[in-house]
């Protein structure tokens, strides 16, 4: 007898903003590597990965030593801005293994704790630094929920939602999205060009180099270069926000070294700490340093056990097994992609390293989606949808995933979108759950 799971105080107590916890209905109690556990004993394949955060995993036992030993010792776990042994060996890992081997000069400003933060702080400093107000973004882009980072946010519901307007801020299509293609770097050149073009000279461009909640749209090597070339040549700062698709999740440790590009200001947290704590900064190009002591601040920038776990993680970077199963794992889902490709009529898979979006818009669309998203669920899988309507299955495993589990991952995916010959879960109509209503593309 299965004894329903007890999800009564979350039901009364908690508020009604709560989201994920409706499309994965279980409790679940215990996590190690790509696999979650639920309290009545089910286990799941995670390629979610906390919206992109667990890039090593639950619970890396690399990472996880570190800290119960740092625990165990008394470390500080609290610190504001203080210097701590943990936050200096976190700062000369990140130099030595990240910004030194890149040819990459930034200073390191530590936010709040979460992405939103250090987008706050980027928007923040890229203004001062020029002393103007203009931004540009992009259709479908995310980049956070506090008021600053909402209003470089597409979508329209969460912004209503903030009561944000478009006061300074202007919103240009991406390279692609569902509408199709858009020459944004010409019109960008057009508008910028022109002295009466009504568009002011901006602060800054803010862009992700992979969209992923917008549907997961990686920008090509040339309209990321365009970019960068465009905003140096009219003084604009180019604002990565690499907080999903940074720390490795498309190969490189940045996903603008694909480009070859160097942007004036990077956001990166999620993944950052590599276990799950919250850790956030914004990296500037040492000249727009330009901040006064304490001018940006936040109780929690000094999160010194996501140091201790940002550190070990940095020191996987520096093994080989690591770094052969970030190749071989991505090269499993570019197979992968092209076989959905060939052999599902209608689905578009869009793809970089451990990023696969498998866009249904014009195959069954959000409807489908949700169906395949649940039937993976209920076959013990976790996968996660994107896109401006939730049409597209976002996969997004641990970076460190066996190649047994990502198989047996991949299997059930498949199952749920229909083996070729096979009736596919888009046809079986299935009502959808009102839970699944939601401000999609806002994660
Ligand atoms: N930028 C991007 C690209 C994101 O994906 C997210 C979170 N999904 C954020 C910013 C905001 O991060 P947080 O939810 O930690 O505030």
Same mark, same amino acid.
């Given at each position: 007898?299965?004894?329903?799971?007890?999800?009564?105080?979350?039901?009364?107590?908690?508020?009604?903003?709560?989201?994920?916890?409706?499309?994965?209905?279980?409790?679940?109690?215990?996590?190690?590597?790509?696999?979650?556990?639920?309290?009545?004993?089910?286990?799941?394949?995670?390629?979610?990965?906390?919206?992109?955060?667990?890039?090593?995993?639950?619970?890396?036992?690399?990472?996880?030593?570190?800290?119960?030993?740092?625990?165990?010792?008394?470390?500080?776990?609290?610190?504001?801005?203080?210097?701590?042994?943990?936050?200096?060996?976190?700062?000369?890992?990140?130099?030595?293994?990240?910004?030194?081997?890149?040819?990459?000069?930034?200073?390191?400003?530590?936010?709040?704790?979460?992405?939103?933060?250090?987008?706050?702080?980027?928007?923040?400093?890229?203004?001062?630094?020029?002393?103007?107000?203009?931004?540009?973004?992009?259709?479908?882009?995310?980049?956070?929920?506090?008021?600053?980072?909402?209003?470089?946010?597409?979508?329209?519901?969460?912004?209503?939602?903030?009561?944000?307007?478009?006061?300074?801020?202007?919103?240009?299509?991406?390279?692609?999205?569902?509408?199709?293609?858009?020459?944004?770097?010409?019109?960008?050149?057009?508008?910028?060009?022109?002295?009466?073009?009504?568009?002011?000279?901006?602060?800054?461009?803010?862009?992700?180099?992979?969209?992923?909640?917008?549907?997961?749209?990686?920008?090509?090597?040339?309209?990321?270069?365009?970019?960068?070339?465009?905003?140096?040549?009219?003084?604009?700062?180019?604002?990565?926000?690499?907080?999903?698709?940074?720390?490795?999740?498309?190969?490189?440790?940045?996903?603008?070294?694909?480009?070859?590009?160097?942007?004036?200001?990077?956001?990166?947290?999620?993944?950052?700490?590599?276990?799950?704590?919250?850790?956030?900064?914004?990296?500037?190009?040492?000249?727009?340093?330009?901040? #006064?002591?304490?001018?940006?601040?936040?109780?929690?920038? *000094?999160?010194?056990? +996501?140091? !201790? %776990? &940002?550190? $070990? =993680?940095?020191?996987?970077?520096?093994?080989?097994?690591?770094?052969?199963?970030?190749?071989?794992?991505?090269?499993?889902?570019?197979?992968?992609?092209?076989?959905?490709?060939?052999?599902?009529?209608?689905?578009?898979?869009?793809?970089?390293?451990?990023?696969?979006?498998?866009?249904?818009?014009?195959?069954?669309?959000?409807?489908?989606?949700?169906?395949?998203?649940?039937?993976?669920?209920?076959?013990?899988?976790?996968?996660?949808?994107?896109?401006?309507?939730?049409?597209?299955?976002?996969?997004?495993?641990?970076?460190?995933?066996?190649?047994?589990?990502?198989?047996?991952?991949? #299997?059930?995916?498949?199952?749920?979108?229909?083996?070729? *010959?096979?009736?596919? +879960?888009? !046809? %079986? &109509?299935? $009502? =959808?759950?009102?839970?699944?209503?939601?401000?999609?593309?806002?994660?």
């Amino acid at each position: 007898m299965t004894v329903a799971a007890d999800i009564a105080v979350f039901e009364t107590l908690e508020s009604e903003v709560r989201l994920y916890c409706r499309t994965f209905p279980a409790v679940f109690s215990r996590a190690r590597g790509a696999e979650l556990h639920a309290e009545d004993g089910r286990v799941f394949i995670d390629f979610f990965c906390g919206a992109g955060t667990l890039n090593y995993g639950h619970n890396n036992e690399h990472i996880g030593r570190r800290l119960t030993a740092y625990l165990a010792d008394s470390g500080l776990a609290h610190g504001l801005d203080l210097h701590t042994v943990a936050k200096r060996e976190f700062l000369t890992r990140l130099r030595d293994v990240v910004l030194a081997p890149r040819g990459l000069d930034y200073k390191v400003q530590f936010c709040g704790p979460t992405g939103t933060d250090a987008v706050e702080a980027a928007l923040k400093v890229a203004r001062k630094a020029t002393g103007r107000r203009g931004v540009i973004a992009f259709c479908g882009a995310y980049h956070g929920m506090s008021r600053g980072s909402l209003a470089v946010t597409g979508n329209r519901r969460a912004r209503a939602a903030g009561g944000v307007g478009m006061a300074d801020v202007m919103f240009v299509p991406y390279e692609d999205g569902p509408a199709g293609r858009f020459d944004s770097i010409g019109y960008l050149e057009r508008m910028l060009a022109d002295p009466s073009s009504g568009m002011d000279v901006p602060a800054a461009v803010i862009v992700e180099p992979l969209q992923m909640e917008g549907g997961l749209y990686p920008a090509s090597v040339p309209w990321l270069r365009r970019l960068r070339e465009l905003t140096e040549r009219h003084g604009v700062l180019l604002i990565c926000d690499e907080i999903q698709s940074g720390c490795g999740r498309t190969g490189p440790f940045f996903c603008f070294e694909h480009a070859g590009v160097v942007p004036d200001i990077v956001t990166l947290s999620k993944a950052l700490s590599g276990y799950g704590l919250p850790l956030s900064v914004t990296l500037l190009r040492r000249d727009l340093d330009v901040w #006064a002591p304490g001018e940006h601040t936040g109780t929690f920038r *000094g999160n010194q056990l +996501a140091f !201790v %776990t &940002a550190t $070990a =993680a940095l020191e996987l970077w520096e093994r080989a097994d690591f770094q052969a199963g970030l190749v071989t794992a991505g090269a499993r889902l570019h197979r992968f992609a092209a076989w959905v490709r060939e052999t599902q009529p209608g689905v578009t898979v869009r793809q970089r390293g451990l990023a696969m979006g498998i866009d249904l818009g014009a195959a069954g669309g959000p409807a489908r989606a949700g169906r395949v998203q649940r039937q993976c669920f209920e076959n013990g899988l976790i996968v996660e949808r994107c896109g401006r309507e939730d049409e597209v299955l976002k996969v997004i495993p641990p970076l460190t995933i066996d190649p047994v589990t990502l198989e047996r991952g991949l #299997a059930v995916l498949l199952d749920a979108l229909g083996r070729p *010959g096979q009736a596919a +879960a888009g !046809v %079986t &109509a299935r $009502a =959808a759950s009102p839970a699944a209503v939601r401000v999609a593309g806002t994660r």
